[in-house]
Nanobody
Framework: VQLQAFGGGLVQAGGSLRLSCVGSGGIFSTHYMAWYRHPPGKQRELVAAISARGVAAYKETVKGRFTISRDNAKNTVYLQMNSLKPEDTAVYYC?????????????WGQGTEVTVSS
């Protein structure tokens, strides 16, 4: 399984970005997908996840601002980020759990950098 993430960039606080992650080499529709981020000087953290059936879960601090979705026909998972804050600045990674259970994220994309200026 290969994952390619893109869509990061520089945005002012209050702005929006949409990240995309395209998968190949596996049965994407059965994978549990997630977005993690690695803020500068901090540990990597889970931002949002979505099951094969489309059930989503979010880190508390992004609820109401971020939306994870998937298009299995396009082998793509998205992260719509609205009302961005400087503390959202990080490298964002998409990851896949091919077992579908959400506990074995074995495949990772290369990361896309998001910078939110104040």
């Amino acid at each position: 399984v290969q994952l390619q993430a893109f869509g990061g960039g520089l945005v002012q606080a209050g702005g929006s970005l949409r990240l995309s992650c395209v998968g190949s080499g596996g049965i994407f529709s059965t994978h549990y997908m997630a977005w993690y981020r690695h803020p500068p000087g901090k540990q990597r953290e889970l931002v949002a996840a979505i099951s094969a059936r489309g059930v989503a879960a979010y880190k508390e601090t992004v609820k109401g601002r971020f939306t994870i979705s998937r298009d299995n026909a396009k082998n793509t998972v998205y992260l719509q980020m609205n009302s961005l804050k400087p503390e959202d600045t990080a490298v964002y990674y998409c990851t896949a759990d091919p077992t579908g259970g959400g506990a074995r994220f074995e495949y990772w994309g290369q990361g896309t950098e998001v910078t939110v200026s104040s």
